[in-house]
């Protein structure tokens, strides 16, 4: 043990000496002291990665990290066949290990990653699961019709599709002048604010619900889509049997076109998911649903910041704004997502993929 | 180290090859420290959202009643504890496990790590996207069963407990009944938890004696008292010359004396031990170098040639 000094811990060790190689009676121990140096260097470097102080790398460092780690790939390669010093042979492997994560990692931290990410990574990820959309779209269809379907026939089954708490007044026998009312401006935005986050956490967790239901092969994803858009479906029989069809689709409309995308796009990543996990083709089950869950995760975090945005425009366009206002937001909202997804970060020829 | 902790050692062990072609070997993490380091990332979780809360409350800020005074200011408050508190749930867990290391604090402190699952044989990059996806799937394994169990207390929730405890129990059993122990996030990301390799270069013991030539010069093995061990005695010997005691090397030393019919002497173990470590790793390390291996004192040499262990 060293006497105690004070020093700087974060401060680079000096390497330690070297003892003479020449002296070294055994092969392994000369190819040992010759490449130790650099073993160890090395190992700064990636620990300094590790404790993420990668800004104090000096460029130097960061050209050789590559480089060392392949050094240190292949002296362990070497010295499993011709060394049986334990320590050295433990050692190796976990430096190499640790700099295979280092050099094979994570590329960025959290907030370049997301700049890529919204550049183009999302649209392509989105695009690439068309087939899946096609289908949660049908199911989300068929929910609508369901629903409205249902309730035509029988009364009865608005209160088994609307619950309690959402129904309010909008309940059947409900007057015109009722029924108006649940539409209307509201007077103020008090209270709206936090009512829209609490909507978005609501709604983001239906979301991951969603996605996250694929995993029992997507069955469960679309009974969920069926299940929510009967309930619109039944809302929407209710609004258009008192004739106000129209004001209700405007007052939907507003965020309903950017949410309902959302749930669209989650019901469509989890279909995603368990259609490749039925269906792997020619990859293994396992290999398969790990593919299709990486780019279904894209598209679920993008499902997330469309809702902050759709519980922003439910709170204080859908409540403040007219009829035809409410239906231009919804409009425009639509073409923007759709634009978003067809058009943003499509590879063009000559120019350098982000 | 008993037979038994070993054998399930060993069947914690894979083999990852990097795209240079040099096979390793990870451990994968058990399932306790899993199950701590989820525990150690609540609390940590919880605790800093408390804090915030108590922050709030010293600065005079009291979120239960922020929402009934009804004032812009208000408002803006309960919204921005809303999204932290989103934040915290989903963004914790991405971004500390898409950092350098890998890992959230509570795994960092029982030293495990996320990695990509080699799909096939070769080792993958660990992508962002694969984290994120197997952190969204915490949602249905942890926080689903939670709302069921939210609603248990509601009249004619009926038997809403029960299915909430099944679930859970399902997603939280669900690491038993697959050999590399993945949770459903695991397996939708591709990803696994393994051991994180962190492990000093130890000084080689056949330099140290070069110090002291003198005892190096006591001793001078013959081929046939160095035939008589293999690999396996000679990694015992390098513990036991790293970590043993005066009383193990003594016990040591008497019993190679006895095996390869020395005379014992006494006083001069370490230096003795020393020697012969040496000179029987040069004997295995140049038998090597001629394709011969021999894996411990009951084998017969393996002449196989060069194989990856």
Redesign the interface.
Known sequence: MKAPTIRNPFAAQPLPEQPDIEAAALRSDRFRLEREGDWRRLDQIVRRLERGFAFRLSDEDIMDLPVLYRQAASSLAVARETSLDAATLRFLEDLVQRAWYQVYGPRSGLLRWLGGFFRGGWSRAVRAIWLDILLAFAAMAAGVAAGWLLVARNVEWYFALVPGSMADARVPGASRAQLAETLAIADGAGGLSAFAAQLFYNNASVCILAFALGFAFGVPTLLLLIYNMALLGAMAWLYNSVGLLPDFLAWLSVHGTTELTAILLAGAAGVHVGRRMAFPGDASILSATAEAGRRAALVMLGCVFMLIFAAILEAFPRQLAGPEARAIIGAFMAIAWTALFVLVGRERKGASAP | MSTASKSLDAKRQRQIV?????P???TLATRGSRLIALILDYVIMFVSLFLIALALLLVGINLGQL?AL?TGAG??L??VF??V??LAF?GYF??FE?????ATLGKRAVGI?V?A?P??QS???????????RN??R??EI??PL?FFSTAGEAGSGPAWLVGSLWFAVFMLFPFFNRDALR?GD?????WVVEA???????????RQ?SEPAAEAAYRFGPEELEVYG?YE??SL??VL?DGDDETLAAVHAAIVRKIGWQAGSGDERAFLESFY?AL??K??GD??FGKRKADKHAEVDRSG?S??
């Not at chain 2, 390799?197 to 330099?207: Q, Y």
Request: glycine residues 10%; charged residues 25%; without cysteine.
């Open positions: 990097t795209p240079e072609g040099v390793l070997g990870v929402d009804g408002e803006f309960v919204v809303f999204i508190l989103f989903n991405i971004f898409m950092g350098p290391r890998g790590r990695a699952r799909q096939g080792g993958e990059r660990l992508t962002a996207e694969a984290i994120i996806a969204l799937l949602q249905i926080f689903l709302t459903a397996v939708v990301a591709g990803t390799p962190r492990r000093k270069l130890a000084d080689a013991l056949s330099l070069e690999e000679l990694q390098e513990r790293r040496t790793r040069a295995l390390e090597m170098r060069p990856l262990r």
